[in-house]
């Protein structure tokens, strides 16, 4: 596979439930991230990780756990959701993070669409 | 806080029209500003990105151009066809938050043949 990929592509789960939302690159990239996108709102960035090191954390709730075991793989753990945290979850990658003179872009995978219920 | 706007929030032509998309931000002090497009149940695709530098970028039938001083930038699609059918995201980083981009809500464009 090339690109970023993203499993699951749908999900539905209860308040209860824990679940995990998987993200991988095959582009060779140092940093990952994690965005949110609503209907209400514009697209937000959740996390980012830089060299496996989490670079920042835009004031996310702690029901969302990010795990980044190595370079090419970005999990997003969930537990204990809300209905308004139904949204498509997108993670992207790019060669670095806040690098200046860099003329990179970031790369996104399709999404995983949540439902909480 | 750098915030980004872009109008019209939706767009439909009839196929070969020319269009214009607008992106406004807050803060004049970027980085760069970058063109996305997004198809439904799909990632988003960066079509151009423009450097604080430079006043425009051109790709095929698309050019962006970029004035910093007034805070605004503008898509041109030319020649509109249905497979441009797609909502178009700006998105803008700041020289203080290298590597943070700041989203518009996007511009949701129809071509119909």
């Known amino acids: 596979e090339t690109g970023v990929t993203q499993t699951p592509r749908h999900l539905v789960m209860g308040m209860t439930n824990k679940k995990s939302l998987k993200c991988e690159q095959h582009?060779?990239?140092?940093?990952m991230y994690w965005y949110k996108q609503s209907a209400k709102k514009p697209l937000e960035l959740m996390f980012v990780?830089?060299?496996?090191?989490?670079?920042e954390n835009n004031s996310v709730p702690s029901r969302f756990s990010p795990e980044c075991p190595n370079s090419s793989h970005l999990f997003l753990h969930l537990h204990t959701l809300q209905p308004e945290d139904s949204a498509l979850y997108l993670c992207?990658?790019?060669?670095?993070?806040?690098?200046?003179?860099?003329?990179?872009?970031?790369?996104f995978g399709p999404g995983t669409r949540l439902t909480v219920l | 806080k750098q915030e980004v706007t872009q109008i019209p929030a939706a767009l439909s032509v009839p196929e070969g029209e020319n269009l214009v998309l607008n992106c406004s931000f807050t803060d004049s002090a970027i980085y760069n500003l970058q063109w996305f497009r997004q198809d439904p149940g799909k990632g988003l695709t960066s079509l151009l990105l423009i450097q604080s530098s430079q006043r425009e970028q051109t790709s095929g039938r698309l050019n962006a151009s970029l004035d910093k001083s007034s805070g605004r930038s503008t898509l041109y699609i030319a020649a509109s066809q249905p497979g441009d059918s797609a909502t178009y995201l700006c998105?803008?980083?700041?020289?203080?938050?290298?590597?943070?981009?700041?989203f518009g809500r996007g511009t949701q464009l129809t071509v119909w043949p």
């Open positions: 998105a803008v980083e700041r020289g203080s938050t290298l590597g943070r981009l700041y």
């Open positions: 582009l060779g990239h140092n940093a």
């Open positions: 990780y830089s060299l496996e090191e989490r670079v």
């Open positions: 992207a990658s790019s060669q670095e993070f806040g690098v200046a003179g860099r003329r990179d872009t970031q790369y």
